[in-house]
């Protein structure tokens, strides 16, 4: 091929290489724009704000409370960060509804959870089934050490009908096949968890729906 030719190549490949990768990074849709909570629902009386282009969620009346899209999604891959800015749980769900709202307690969910804990070893990545089974799947032991407390940290879930797969910081924590899924579709949620002391931080949340 002449060297004129081999040029004109080169340069429609580093073209159509280009190409596909603007259009795999437009699938991927932000649900936190970064500066308000458009989009999402406050359930519950604990506080949820958006600042410095982060979602915070923070224990005020040691209830449970939730952040919820107000857009259900099915089968998708979601990927986010969070950072613990003190000792308390928290979760990520999807597959989720809200069922009622307890004085007590505050708003019961049923869905999908992916443990999100401050703490090495207290199972982040593993999956709870709330409204139902409860623990479904924990961690792998190398998964169970990839927390980075007090850092942020990269989350990656992806869902295709029954099959879950969970990575954390990078390494896959969990890969679970449901043989009895209860649910299948509803919304994406974050959650406070009852008793207080919980400061999570969430930023960089996208889905692409599949």
């Known amino acids: ?91 990520l769900f999807f597959h989720a509804r809200i069922t009622g709202n307890d004085p007590q307690h505050g708003p019961d969910i049923e869905g999908m959870q992916v443990e999100v804990d401050p703490n090495v070893g207290h199972h982040t990545g593993g999956l709870y089934e709330s409204g139902g089974r409860g623990w479904v799947i924990m961690p792998t032991p190398e998964g169970e050490r990839v927390l980075k407390p007090g850092e942020w940290n990269d989350l990656e879930a992806s869902v295709r009908g029954n099959h879950i797969v969970i990575h954390l910081n990078g390494v896959k924590v969990t890969d679970y096949s449901d043989a009895s899924p209860k649910f299948t579709d509803g ?24």
């Open 1 to 91: 091929m002449k060297p004129g030719l081999v040029f004109v190549a080169t340069l429609l490949l580093v073209g159509f290489k280009a190409m596909a990768q603007a259009q795999h990074e437009e699938a991927w849709l932000p649900l936190f724009n970064g500066k308000d909570l458009s989009g999402w629902k406050r359930n519950g009386d604990e506080k949820w704000v958006a600042e410095q282009g982060t979602i915070l969620g923070e224990s005020t009346a040691k209830k449970y409370g939730y952040l919820t899209t107000e857009k259900s999604h099915r089968d998708f891959d979601l990927r986010l960060k969070f950072k613990a800015e003190a000792a308390g749980n928290s979760g």
């Open 187 to 210: 919304v994406i949620g974050l959650q406070i968890h009852t008793g207080g002391g919980v400061k999570m931080r969430w930023k960089d949340i996208y889905i692409m729906d599949k």
